[in-house]
């Protein structure tokens, strides 16, 4: 599959706009010249610039080539099936991650993404077990970061 420049560098472009309109609805911090804002404004427009920059070589490269090719993809079903898991996955990540919790949506989420790349289940369970695990240590205890227990509560 062939993604034209044109394509990616509007799509950066247009996440770099939704990334500064979000970023103006943080409340400011009483006292401060600058607050939480300041940094994703500053990401927005570098990720606006640099969109603009693939923007405009996808132009002047890319003359009338289709902005989108699917003729590689042709036979390759497991790549497809892995594209479409992984942008499910994340989506479905949203609502379903506070009632599941880490362990368990990684799981379920992660091995069947292994599979899908012909890893074999003596390799891809402990690997998913591990990953998941130290992931889930390293972000809910290491950084602090709160990380929801959902169904299985780990004892960290």
Do not use: K
């Not at 132009?59 to 080539?65: E, K, L, R």
């Not at 880490?102 to 012909?118: D, E, N, S, T």
């Amino acid at each position: 599959m062939r993604i034209d420049d044109r394509l990616v560098g509007l799509f950066i472009s247009l996440l770099g706009l939704a990334t500064i309109l979000a970023a103006r609805r943080l409340s400011s911090v009483p006292g401060t010249v600058y607050g939480p804002d300041l940094m994703p404004i500053l990401i927005g427009l570098g990720m606006i610039g640099f969109g603009l920059r693939i923007l405009w070589a996808g132009f002047v490269t890319a003359g009338n080539a289709p902005w989108i090719d699917l003729s590689a993809w042709d036979g390759r079903t497991r790549g497809i099936l892995s594209a479409i898991w992984t942008i499910l996955g994340v989506a479905a990540s949203i609502p379903l991650l506070g009632i599941l919790g880490l362990p368990l949506y990684g799981l379920l989420f992660c091995l069947p993404l292994m599979i899908l790349a012909r890893a074999r289940l003596i390799v891809a369970v402990p690997a998913v077990l591990g990953t998941v695990l130290v992931a889930q240590y390293v972000f809910g205890e290491m950084l602090h970061v709160p990380l929801p227990a959902g169904l299985i509560p780990l004892p960290w």
